[in-house]
């Protein structure tokens, strides 16, 4: 199939791509949002035992993710490099959401090793099927707008499943627990899992995979890692996207902490992180529009400077304004909510450098950072807030002492705001202006066309010369 025209992507396939992200959130979110709550208030861990595992796992991470990327990068089958693993990670994915939720009847260093064990399976698991996921955008067409397009609608459906993981959550873990919290979270999982797996295969079955690697392209996993070293576009999204990682899950995973020790109102947790999701699905939204009338890079930094700033203003909110708390959430959701589509289009222009640059193409490879990134970001600040906790006396299910509350409301507030002035700073130093796009892409496409054109000659040659 020719690869250099650009495609028109159906409706229907930015649906079923986006509902691999649904799927995705239904462990995602439960990660960003819960997981720490959980293991502190319900699986009995101290919180800086939680976070120093959440940053210990991280180094397993940083060999999954890219060898996670050469692996599909390398998968040769009939129905693509990427989709096969929407359907292979589904049961692995099932078990390790079921089993990190699961509390066993262990002692404490049992259950310690237990955490670290179904985390570490969990954190596999969801890069088994993830980083494939991502690499899918790469090759569903090469068009910047519609890779905008196409990430609005992913995002869209993340932002969507995330809403539904964010309200129901809390509601079902006490009908199905009935007062026990452990046993609500393992039925939760498992009905999570189903619900996955479905959407997953729905995914699997509506895209299709266009670009094709350069013809004749060697795999050589050092010449790939070489080429990813010195891609300065990616180099700078890699940093770019811990750092707006950070941002999101301190005030993500802060907020259960937030609402239940702080404001005292536990019940709006679900509430409260509905109304951010919405804001964020309603942000990837607008997302091909604003892109309409202002660069990414520029755009980016105008989102981020907006977050840094409403991130402060939480500060002085009183712990009584509950609606004015809901009405400043929602704002910084609607800054956040077009981060994900651009920088995840912007990822996939890297990918397109790299091709241009070297004459190679390494589409889960590019991807694979922006996973890392996003699971080290929520590392970095699980740890940030473990350790933070812990050092101001934080004990689970109890009244707070004054140190402790106020190191929740600077988790929530100044602390966040400080990373998202850092990202702005680190965007600046990002080189792909839109122009500079637009002539890669002519390249890119001026070089297959001539590709192909050789090769079409190469086999036209031996007939002619049999008829002389």
Do not use: H
Not at 231 to 250: E, G, H, Q, R
Request: charged share 15%; proline share 4%.
């Amino acid at each position: 199939m020719s690869t250099q025209n650009k495609t028109i992507i159906s409706v229907s396939e930015k649906v079923g791509y986006a509902f691999g992200d649904v799927a995705s959130n239904f462990y995602w979110r439960i990660i960003d949002v819960f997981l720490l709550i959980f293991y502190t208030d319900v699986f009995g861990l101290p919180a800086a035992t939680v976070g120093t595992m959440f940053l210990v796992t991280r180094i397993i991470d940083a060999v999954s993710d890219p060898v996670m990327g050469v692996l599909s990068d390398r998968t040769q089958t009939r129905f693509g490099k990427f989709r096969p693993y929407l359907l292979l990670g589904i049961i692995p994915l099932f078990a390790a959401g079921v089993l990190t939720f699961t509390v066993p009847d262990l002692g404490d260093d049992g259950k310690v090793i237990w955490a670290y064990c179904t985390y570490i399976f969990l954190m596999l698991a969801y890069t088994f099927i993830n980083v494939p996921y991502g690499a899918l955008l790469g090759v569903i067409t090469n068009d910047p707008q519609q890779r905008t397009t196409l990430t609005s609608f992913r995002f869209i459906g993340a932002f969507s499943g995330g809403s539904l993981v964010a309200y129901f959550t809390p509601e079902l873990v006490n009908y199905f627990g009935a007062g026990d919290d452990a046993l609500g979270w393992q039925y939760t999982m498992t009905l999570y899992g189903f619900i996955a797996a479905a959407l997953f295969a729905v995914s699997f079955v509506s895209t299709t995979e266009r670009i094709l690697p350069p013809a004749n392209q060697q795999t050589s996993i050092k010449r790939d890692l070489k080429d990813l070293s010195k891609n300065k576009p990616w180099i700078v999204l890699f940093v770019l996207a811990l750092v707006i990682m950070v941002t999101i899950s301190l005030r993500a995973s802060s907020g259960t902490f937030y609402f239940k020790y702080y404001v005292q109102q536990e019940d709006l947790i679900g509430s409260f992180t509905t109304v951010y999701l919405i804001a964020l699905g309603i942000g990837a939204a607008i997302t091909p529009i604003l892109t309409r009338f202002f660069d990414r890079k520029r755009l980016l930094i105008g989102l981020m400077l907006i977050v840094g700033v409403l991130s402060a203003a939480f500060y002085w909110i009183p712990k009584d304004q509950v609606a004015l708390m809901f009405v400043l959430q929602a704002l910084i959701g609607l800054a956040l909510g077009p981060k994900s589509p651009l920088v995840f289009s912007m990822y996939a222009d890297t990918a397109d450098y790299s091709e241009y640059q070297n004459g190679r193409r390494a589409t889960a490879l590019v991807f694979s950072a922006a996973a890392f990134a996003q699971k080290l970001g929520g590392a970095v600040a699980g740890a940030i807030i473990g350790w933070l906790l812990a050092s101001m006396g934080y004990v689970a299910n109890t009244e707070q002492s004054a140190a402790s509350e106020s190191g929740i409301v600077w988790l929530m507030t100044i602390i966040p705001a400080v990373f998202a002035f850092i990202s702005v700073a680190v965007i600046r130093y990002y080189p792909l202006s839109e122009d500079k796009i637009a002539d890669v892409q002519e390249a890119l496409s001026s070089r297959r066309r001539s590709i192909e054109e050789s090769r079409e000659s190469s086999v036209q040659q031996p007939g002619v010369v049999s008829g002389i």
